[in-house]
């Protein structure tokens, strides 16, 4: 099969050519032509794709195990009363400010929970269309498949960003809660209103979602090559491990800036006062990259593939 | 003319609009056409040099044994697989290349239905129709309760798919198939799992999308259920087309088949003389009811064998009889289309490889 046989470029079908072709010329149209008029971009087959994903009581349960992270931290530290300044970072401010909850679980989940869900996420993305045995049925009617890649990366995406304002949001609710709350004093030492630190907390929630992407593209990629789901997760999750870990290791310290995960926890400069753009920048083009080789990995594999299950 | 065709289209499937790409006086290229189309897996070939010719707005029976290689088919022609060798047309393009011009005419149910268990029948319906890119979305929901109600799963329109039963899936699958107007329907073992009353109501459904116009492509590996239905039958039998035709044409070359007939107890002297004179071992069933081995006398045995061109049937009774076999039936019977199937696909058990 070639790539253009999935004519499936979102703007750039042949079909509007063809039925310009045969406006031009009525006789010779065939019924076809003349009942499609051109293809949709796809923004009612993105809302479709996005309510099946929010449809799933297993996105709901990963939503809400994100959401005890926070939640597990901030009870921990009300109890134990700020414990001994151990931990990850922020952890020893949050008894002096409840707004430092949500960035010490984002802090926590980055390494593992955020990977595995997103993982789980864009793990499915193919395989699990093909296990179901709804991928021959999307193709066929018809889809065409990079249409199919680009609303299940776009859909991926849009778990990613649901993910880290799930922690987010948790984290200020429940610091709310339990702390006393007011303006935040920033690294570079300044003291910003409690409003604009909501909106920082937005920000960094955007930086970790732009972080995720690139892991997106390796489990949308993944998940192309095979027709069970569960592979393509654990393989995902795996390659997020994997990645971290090389990433601590000095023996492969000429890698470290090109694995996806190198500005994961660099979030520190957006609490700065004025905003430092620079790791926001790069982690964006890290990851943009990432997008690029696994889109195009995908698009190889996929527009190629039998589809037979 | 109702149901899905009449929803926002001034088109409808049976409309026969001449194609550009050569097209005749008559009206359109065939629905399908293929030309040595070859499908291998490794070293295994599964489809075999297949030429494949479906006029339009017949229904086609695609008939074969497991494994016969109809869904590896039915992929290639709906740009699933891609083929190793051959060419493919279906309704007057080239297939997969212009993909994206054909399928939104074409209806399929591709080896059983696949929906996603935690949506309701409906939405995964309007899913699948929001997937196809050229599906006007003023019309999703009416064309959506029209296919369920044309398959009779209206009343479980909101049920999960989860709480389908097996019958009540393929019945969406098949409702998949009619979401738009179509030109081509493909349907690959449509009964699968369907109760008689199912089974009859697909059948008149396919009756009934055929006198609106559009050709149906219906795989199978029940002749009864071919015959009932279809006009035009092709035969697979491990990978390769050994029949294509219509029904009629397929029924006469049965015809000319003449078959023979002898009960006798005296099963092997008839076996020795059928295989000299048929020039072929003669089928040997032991006639229900009594029990016996071939070679005593005291049971009842059939044994049927093909009748030899210009071989006049009496010849081989009085040979029966001048060896000594006591004759008890003798029948001459022109093949029926099962039997020419049989003969076509095989009959042993085992899956042909
Ligand atoms: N992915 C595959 N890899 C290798 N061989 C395959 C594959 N898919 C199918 N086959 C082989 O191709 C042959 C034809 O399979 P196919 O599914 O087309 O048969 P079928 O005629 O649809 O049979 P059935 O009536 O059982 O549905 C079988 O021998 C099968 O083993
Ligand atoms: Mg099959």
């Known amino acids: ?309 | 003319m109702t149901d899905a065709a009449e929803a926002g289209t001034a088109v409808r499937p049976g409309d026969r609009v001449t194609d550009a790409a050569g097209a005749d006086a008559a009206g359109a290229e065939p629905a399908i056409l293929t030309r040595g189309l070859t499908k291998r897996f490794g070293r295994s070939t599964v489809v075999n040099g297949v030429d494949l010719t479906v006029p339009r707005g017949s229904v086609f029976g695609f008939l074969g044994p497991n494994g016969s290689g109809k869904t590896t088919t039915i992929r290639m022609l709906l740009g699933l697989a891609g083929a190793t060798a051959g060419d493919i047309r279906v309704l007057g393009h080239e297939m997969p290349a212009r993909a994206a011009t054909v399928l939104p005419g074409v209806g399929a149910l591709i080896e059983g239905p696949g929906f996603y268990p935690y949506l309701s029948g409906a939405a995964n319906l309007r899913r699948l129709d929001a997937a196809d890119g050229f599906a006007p979305h003023a019309t999703r929901a009416a064309r959506v309760d029209r296919a369920l109600e044309r398959v009779g799963l209206g009343h479980a329109a909101g049920k999960k798919m989860r709480a389908y039963s097996l019958g009540m899936k393929q019945r969406l699958g098949i409702a998949n198939a009619l979401l738009a107007p179509r030109e081509l329907i493909v349907l690959d073992e449509p009964t699968n799992g369907l109760d008689p009353q199912g089974t009859r109501e697909v059948r008149s459904l396919i009756r009934s999308l055929a006198s609106e116009g559009t050709t149906v492509f219906v795989s199978s590996h029940l002749l009864s259920e071919i015959e009932q239905m279809c006009d035009h039958v092709a035969v697979m039998r491990a990978g390769r087309l050994v029949a294509q035709g219509s029904l009629d044409e397929l029924r006469s070359a049965g015809q000319a088949r003449v078959r023979l007939e002898v009960v006798t107890a005296d099963a092997a002297a008839a076996e020795a003389v059928l295989a000299r004179l048929t020039a072929g071992a003669p089928r040997i069933e032991s006639v229900p009811g009594i029990e016996s081995a071939p070679g005593s006398t005291g049971g009842e045995w059939m044994l049927g064998a093909a009748l030899p061109d210009g071989l006049p049937p009496e010849t081989i009774v009085s040979e029966l009889v001048a060896a000594g076999v006591r004759v008890r039936g003798f029948a001459v019977e022109r093949a029926s289309l099962e039997e020419l199937f049989v003969e076509l696909t095989g009959e042993g058990f085992d899956v042909v490889q």
């Not at chain 1, 948790?170 to 006393?180: M, N």
């Not at chain 1, 937005?202 to 192309?224: D, E, K, P, Q, R």
Request: proline fraction near 5%.
């Open chain 1, 1 to 309: 099969m070639s790539s253009e046989s999935t004519g499936a470029v979102p703007t750039a079908s042949p079909v509007p050519a063809e039925s310009s072709r045969s406006a031009a010329n009525p006789a010779t149209a065939s019924a076809l032509d003349a009942r499609r008029p051109r293809r949709a971009i796809g923004l009612g087959f993105f809302l479709s794709e996005l309510a099946a994903l929010f449809r799933r009581k297993r996105t709901w349960a990963m939503l809400a195990a994100l959401a005890a992270v926070p939640i597990l931290i901030a009870v921990a530290i009300r109890v134990t009363d700020g414990g001994d300044g151990r931990g990850p970072a922020f952890l020893d401010r949050i008894t002096q400010n409840g707004l430092f909850v949500a960035m010490t679980a984002l802090v926590v989940a980055i390494p593992l929970f955020l990977p595995l869900t997103v993982g789980v996420v864009a793990g499915d993305s193919i395989a699990g269309e093909a296990n179901a045995g709804t991928l021959r049925y999307l193709l066929v009617s018809p889809v065409g498949r990079i249409r199919l890649l680009v609303v299940k990366f776009a859909a991926a995406a849009v778990f990613c960003l649901a993910a880290t304002v799930t922690v987010s949001l948790a984290g200020i609710l429940i610091g709310v809660a339990l702390f006393p709350v007011g303006p935040v004093t920033l690294l570079s030492g300044d003291q910003v209103s409690v409003g604009e630190s909501l909106l920082r907390s937005l920000l960094i929630a955007a930086y970790v979602t732009v972080g995720l992407l690139g892991l997106s593209a390796i489990g949308l990629f993944i998940s192309t090559l095979t027709d069970a789901p569960v592979g393509a997760m654990a393989a995902t999750v795996v390659i997020s491990i994997v990645a971290q870990v090389l990433g601590q290791l000095s023996q492969t310290e000429w890698l470290h800036p090109w694995l996806f995960s190198y500005h994961w926890l660099d979030f520190a400069d957006l609490l700065r006062q004025p905003v430092d753009w620079s790791s926001f920048g790069s982690n964006a083009l890290l990851q943009l990259a990432y997008v690029a080789v696994f889109g195009a990995l995908a698009y190889g594999r996929f527009t190629t593939k039998d589809v037979l299950s």
